[in-house]
């Protein structure tokens, strides 16, 4: 997660179970960040999935979006 350009929070990388999920090509994952402490401003939130068995032109996936917090 960056604010006004610099890097805030970085989570650490982990392992995605795929047992019980319907569709193995389209894996659903969850996750949770605290936002208390944050300053109010824009953000942007980075996600970057690597598959450890595609293809290595296709190994990574990373999809980013803006959000505001406010006071």
């Not at 659903?28 to 980075?46: D, E, I, N, T």
């Not at 996600?47 to 296709?58: C, E, G, L």
């Amino acid at each position: 997660m960056s604010h006004e350009g610099q890097q805030v929070y970085a989570g650490t990388a982990g392992a995605v179970n795929a047992d019980g999920q319907q569709d193995p090509k389209h894996l659903a994952v969850s996750g949770r960040m605290q936002l208390g402490k944050a300053s109010p401003g824009h953000y942007a939130l980075q996600v970057i999935v690597t598959d450890k068995i595609a293809k290595q032109k296709y190994r990574l996936a990373a999809q980013s979006m803006d959000f505001e917090i406010r006071q």
